[in-house]
């Protein structure tokens, strides 16, 4: 299922279900169903959903494309040629429109090439909204994974962290002005819209997790993202 940004009704909201509660698949079922008015794409992080059933995840794709938004495997594929694609082989099974991929082992090309063959969508870590990541600012491999991604990619992480100066998310937006934005870091992590909706307007998907699921009420929670997004 293709990204739209922004949605019909405006939304770049992308809900972030990254749940350890042991209930956690009828808690995703449940936020779905009470977002989706307000959402534009959802994120399951899979570090969290390892020992899941396949049926399991096939159902929470099928409840998201049910509201015609599409929901991305946050992977983070590093690996070598066969085993990516066996990966994305999994994800794209499992229902899934997007993957992340990290593209530190140097195979952005072959991975987005599987991905393409097999119909899912690759999103190519950039810059991450972690303070740990920002080594990669000062090495400048940003630059030649951002050039990459602009030719591979449909998509690209790039972190709201206080951190990305508006000077260097230009010269992002220059390096590589095709692939939408998923942007990581909204909500508890104190990431901040405002520069990157200066920058690359409304192509960016902000990422919100335990904004909202930690919340009593989701769908109040997921408005009031929305509202202060559009």
Partial sequence: ????????????????????????????????????EYAAAYKLNMQFWHGTTPPQLHKLT????????????????SDIGSSNRAALQAMADFGFDYVTVSPFPGNLKETSE?????????????????????WILNTGMWKIWAKESNVYSQGI???????????????????????????????????????????????????????IFQQRDFRKAAREYFTSLV
């Fill in 62 to 77: 099928e409840i998201a494309h049910s509201h015609q938004l599409p929901i991305i495997a946050d992977l983070k594929i």
């Fill in 157 to 211: 992480v790039v972190g709201a962290s206080t951190s990305y100066s508006q000077e260097i998310l230009s010269s992002m937006n220059e390096i590589c002005p095709k692939p939408f934005i998923l942007a990581p870091g909204i909500g508890a992590q104190g990431g901040s819209s405002e520069v990157l909706s200066q920058v690359f307007g409304r192509r960016v998907l902000y990422n919100v997790g335990r904004g």
């Fill in 114 to 134: 599987n991905a393409r063959d097999i119909g899912i969508g690759v999103i190519n870590l950039v810059l991450m909204s972690n303070p740990e990541a920002h």
């Fill in 1 to 36: 299922m293709k990204l739209k940004l922004p949605r019909d009704n405006g939304s770049n909201l992308c809900i972030g279900i990254d749940i350890i509660d042991p209930q956690k698949y009828s808690i995703s079922q449940q936020l779905i169903e009470e977002t989706h």
